[in-house]
Protein backbone atom coordinates (compact mmCIF):
# COMPACT_ATOMS: atom_id res chain seq x y z
CA UNK A 1 0.00 0.00 0.00
CA UNK A 2 2.80 2.45 0.78
CA UNK A 3 4.75 1.54 -2.26
CA UNK A 4 1.26 2.13 -4.37
CA UNK A 5 1.00 5.39 -2.59
CA UNK A 6 4.81 6.60 -2.95
CA UNK A 7 4.37 5.50 -7.18
CA UNK A 8 1.60 7.43 -7.51
CA UNK A 9 3.35 10.61 -5.52
CA UNK A 10 6.12 9.89 -7.58
CA UNK A 11 4.02 9.89 -10.74
CA UNK A 12 1.99 13.29 -9.63
CA UNK A 13 4.99 15.09 -8.95
CA UNK A 14 6.66 14.13 -11.88
CA UNK A 15 3.44 14.95 -14.23
CA UNK A 16 3.01 18.80 -12.47
CA UNK A 17 6.84 19.03 -13.05
CA UNK A 18 6.59 18.38 -16.84
CA UNK A 19 3.21 20.51 -16.75
CA UNK A 20 5.57 23.51 -15.30
CA UNK A 21 8.54 22.68 -17.56
CA UNK A 22 6.45 22.74 -20.86
CA UNK A 23 4.05 25.37 -19.27
CA UNK A 24 7.09 27.64 -18.99
CA UNK A 25 8.62 26.23 -22.29
CA UNK A 26 5.32 26.73 -24.69
CA UNK A 27 3.57 29.09 -23.29
CA UNK A 28 6.54 31.85 -22.39
CA UNK A 29 9.69 31.02 -23.77
CA UNK A 30 8.53 30.01 -27.34
CA UNK A 31 5.53 32.67 -27.62
CA UNK A 32 8.43 35.37 -26.71
CA UNK A 33 10.99 34.13 -28.92
CA UNK A 34 8.81 33.62 -31.86
CA UNK A 35 7.19 37.28 -31.33
CA UNK A 36 10.54 38.93 -30.93
CA UNK A 37 12.15 37.02 -34.32
CA UNK A 38 9.14 38.73 -36.21
CA UNK A 39 9.46 41.93 -34.74
CA UNK A 40 12.98 41.85 -35.27
CA UNK A 41 13.35 40.52 -39.11
CA UNK A 42 9.19 41.39 -40.25
CA UNK A 43 8.56 44.33 -38.20
CA UNK A 44 5.73 45.39 -40.96
CA UNK A 45 4.26 42.24 -41.08
CA UNK A 46 4.23 41.08 -37.89
CA UNK A 47 1.82 44.17 -36.81
CA UNK A 48 -0.28 43.80 -39.58
CA UNK A 49 1.21 45.16 -42.59
CA UNK A 50 -0.40 48.24 -41.88
CA UNK A 51 -0.36 51.30 -44.03
CA UNK A 52 0.21 55.18 -42.76
CA UNK A 53 -0.39 58.16 -44.09
CA UNK A 54 1.56 61.40 -44.78
CA UNK A 55 1.06 62.42 -41.02
CA UNK A 56 2.23 58.68 -39.88
CA UNK A 57 -1.48 57.84 -38.86
CA UNK A 58 -2.42 54.10 -39.62
CA UNK A 59 -5.25 54.04 -42.03
CA UNK A 60 -5.85 50.69 -42.38
CA UNK A 61 -4.08 46.83 -43.66
CA UNK A 62 -2.46 46.19 -47.03
CA UNK A 63 -4.19 42.77 -46.67
CA UNK A 64 -7.84 44.12 -46.40
CA UNK A 65 -9.77 46.02 -48.87
CA UNK A 66 -11.64 49.25 -48.05
CA UNK A 67 -14.76 50.87 -49.65
CA UNK A 68 -14.89 54.03 -50.59
CA UNK A 69 -18.51 55.52 -50.42
CA UNK A 70 -20.62 58.45 -49.81
CA UNK A 71 -22.27 58.66 -46.65
CA UNK A 72 -25.67 57.48 -46.64
CA UNK A 73 -28.34 59.66 -47.40
CA UNK A 74 -30.61 57.72 -44.51
CA UNK A 75 -28.18 55.80 -41.88
CA UNK A 76 -30.72 53.94 -40.66
CA UNK A 77 -31.79 52.54 -43.88
CA UNK A 78 -29.89 49.17 -44.03
CA UNK A 79 -31.21 48.46 -47.57
CA UNK A 80 -30.24 51.55 -48.99
CA UNK A 81 -27.54 50.79 -51.65
CA UNK A 82 -23.69 52.15 -51.26
CA UNK A 83 -23.11 54.90 -53.68
CA UNK A 84 -19.26 55.14 -54.35
CA UNK A 85 -17.41 58.18 -54.13
CA UNK A 86 -15.93 58.83 -57.71
CA UNK A 87 -12.98 60.62 -56.51
CA UNK A 88 -11.03 57.63 -55.44
CA UNK A 89 -10.04 54.65 -56.54
CA UNK A 90 -12.60 51.89 -56.57
CA UNK A 91 -11.84 48.43 -55.37
CA UNK A 92 -13.59 45.14 -56.30
CA UNK A 93 -16.96 44.14 -55.86
CA UNK A 94 -17.73 42.80 -52.74
CA UNK A 95 -20.66 40.93 -53.22
CA UNK A 96 -19.91 37.92 -50.59
CA UNK A 97 -19.74 40.02 -47.98
CA UNK A 98 -22.39 39.31 -44.79
CA UNK A 99 -23.54 40.56 -41.71
CA UNK A 100 -23.38 38.90 -38.45
CA UNK A 101 -26.34 37.88 -37.66
CA UNK A 102 -25.70 35.49 -35.04
CA UNK A 103 -24.33 38.35 -31.98
CA UNK A 104 -25.89 41.57 -32.94
CA UNK A 105 -23.93 43.62 -30.14
CA UNK A 106 -21.43 43.73 -32.87
CA UNK A 107 -21.52 45.32 -36.32
CA UNK A 108 -19.02 42.87 -37.63
CA UNK A 109 -18.88 42.17 -41.37
CA UNK A 110 -18.11 38.33 -42.54
CA UNK A 111 -16.41 37.80 -45.68
CA UNK A 112 -16.92 35.31 -48.61
CA UNK A 113 -17.76 34.67 -51.73
CA UNK A 114 -21.27 34.50 -53.66
CA UNK A 115 -21.39 31.27 -53.95
CA UNK A 116 -23.15 31.42 -57.43
CA UNK A 117 -22.69 29.44 -60.84
CA UNK A 118 -21.29 31.23 -63.97
CA UNK A 119 -24.49 30.86 -65.65
CA UNK A 120 -26.63 31.81 -62.35
CA UNK A 121 -29.03 34.37 -63.15
CA UNK A 122 -28.66 36.60 -60.02
CA UNK A 123 -25.07 36.40 -60.66
CA UNK A 124 -25.26 37.47 -64.76
CA UNK A 125 -27.57 40.66 -63.70
CA UNK A 126 -25.10 41.40 -60.61
CA UNK A 127 -22.08 41.58 -63.69
CA UNK A 128 -24.04 43.41 -66.26
CA UNK A 129 -25.24 46.23 -63.82
CA UNK A 130 -21.30 46.13 -62.12
CA UNK A 131 -20.28 46.44 -66.06
CA UNK A 132 -23.09 49.50 -66.91
CA UNK A 133 -22.13 50.98 -63.84
CA UNK A 134 -18.35 50.92 -64.48
CA UNK A 135 -18.80 52.53 -67.98
CA UNK A 136 -21.02 54.92 -66.09
CA UNK A 137 -18.74 55.92 -63.74
CA UNK A 138 -15.45 55.75 -65.67
CA UNK A 139 -16.41 58.08 -68.82
CA UNK A 140 -15.74 61.39 -69.20
CA UNK A 141 -16.00 64.64 -71.44
CA UNK A 142 -12.39 63.29 -72.71
CA UNK A 143 -12.59 59.64 -72.05
CA UNK A 144 -15.06 57.07 -73.39
CA UNK A 145 -14.97 53.51 -71.97
CA UNK A 146 -16.01 50.90 -73.80
CA UNK A 147 -17.54 47.67 -72.55
CA UNK A 148 -14.81 45.53 -74.15
CA UNK A 149 -12.45 47.76 -71.61
CA UNK A 150 -13.68 46.55 -68.42
CA UNK A 151 -11.89 44.33 -67.06
CA UNK A 152 -13.17 40.65 -64.76
CA UNK A 153 -12.20 42.33 -61.74
CA UNK A 154 -13.84 45.17 -61.93
CA UNK A 155 -17.66 43.65 -62.31
CA UNK A 156 -16.47 40.22 -60.08
CA UNK A 157 -15.47 39.61 -56.30
CA UNK A 158 -12.56 37.66 -54.79
CA UNK A 159 -13.48 34.51 -52.62
CA UNK A 160 -13.19 36.57 -50.06
CA UNK A 161 -14.59 39.53 -51.09
CA UNK A 162 -11.82 41.58 -49.10
CA UNK A 163 -9.19 41.58 -52.00
CA UNK A 164 -6.77 44.36 -51.17
CA UNK A 165 -5.99 44.85 -55.08
CA UNK A 166 -7.22 45.56 -58.53
CA UNK A 167 -5.67 44.87 -61.96
CA UNK A 168 -3.37 47.74 -63.43
CA UNK A 169 -6.26 47.23 -66.55
CA UNK A 170 -8.76 48.34 -63.84
CA UNK A 171 -6.89 51.32 -62.42
CA UNK A 172 -5.98 53.07 -65.49
CA UNK A 173 -9.17 52.65 -66.75
CA UNK A 174 -10.10 54.90 -63.38
CA UNK A 175 -7.37 57.27 -64.25
CA UNK A 176 -9.53 59.91 -65.67
CA UNK A 177 -12.41 59.95 -63.80
CA UNK A 178 -10.12 60.39 -60.66
CA UNK A 179 -8.22 63.01 -62.24
CA UNK A 180 -11.22 65.03 -63.38
CA UNK A 181 -12.81 64.47 -59.74
CA UNK A 182 -9.87 65.90 -58.12
CA UNK A 183 -8.88 68.67 -60.41
CA UNK A 184 -5.97 67.06 -61.04
CA UNK A 185 -3.72 66.36 -64.56
CA UNK A 186 -4.40 62.77 -65.71
CA UNK A 187 -0.54 62.53 -66.23
CA UNK A 188 0.00 62.64 -62.65
CA UNK A 189 -2.54 60.41 -61.71
CA UNK A 190 -1.12 57.84 -64.28
CA UNK A 191 1.99 58.41 -62.69
CA UNK A 192 0.35 57.39 -59.56
CA UNK A 193 -1.20 54.71 -60.70
CA UNK A 194 2.51 53.27 -62.24
CA UNK A 195 3.96 54.14 -58.95
CA UNK A 196 1.82 52.07 -57.08
CA UNK A 197 1.76 48.67 -59.58
CA UNK A 198 3.32 45.66 -57.91
CA UNK A 199 4.44 43.00 -60.56
CA UNK A 200 4.68 39.53 -60.13
CA UNK A 201 5.87 37.80 -57.02
CA UNK A 202 9.76 36.87 -57.27
CA UNK A 203 8.89 37.64 -61.32
CA UNK A 204 6.43 34.45 -61.97
CA UNK A 205 3.44 33.75 -59.48
CA UNK A 206 0.25 35.97 -59.33
CA UNK A 207 -0.48 39.01 -61.50
CA UNK A 208 0.48 42.23 -61.42
CA UNK A 209 -1.76 44.45 -58.54
CA UNK A 210 -2.33 47.54 -57.31
CA UNK A 211 -3.31 47.95 -53.87
CA UNK A 212 -5.70 50.63 -53.51
CA UNK A 213 -5.61 51.60 -49.78
CA UNK A 214 -2.10 52.57 -50.41
CA UNK A 215 -3.00 54.37 -54.19
CA UNK A 216 -5.80 56.36 -52.20
CA UNK A 217 -3.24 57.01 -49.43
CA UNK A 218 -0.96 58.69 -52.16
CA UNK A 219 -3.51 60.66 -54.09
CA UNK A 220 -4.83 62.41 -50.58
CA UNK A 221 -1.54 62.92 -50.08
CA UNK A 222 -1.15 64.67 -54.03
CA UNK A 223 -4.54 66.80 -53.85
CA UNK A 224 -3.24 67.89 -50.14
CA UNK A 225 -0.03 69.37 -52.08
Request: hydrophobic fraction near 40%; proline fraction near 5%; glycine fraction near 8%.
Amino acid sequence: MNNSVGNTARLIGAGLRALLVLTVICGVIYPLAVTGIAQALFNDKANGSEIKDESGNVVGSSLIGQTYNLPKQNPDDAEEAARPDLKWFQPRPSNGLGANSVNTQYSLILSGATNKAADNPDLVKLVTEAKDAVIADNSTATYEVKAQDVPADAVTSSGSGLDPNISPRYAELQIHRVAERNKLDVKQVAKLVADHTTGRTLGFMGEPRVNVLELNTALKALTKS
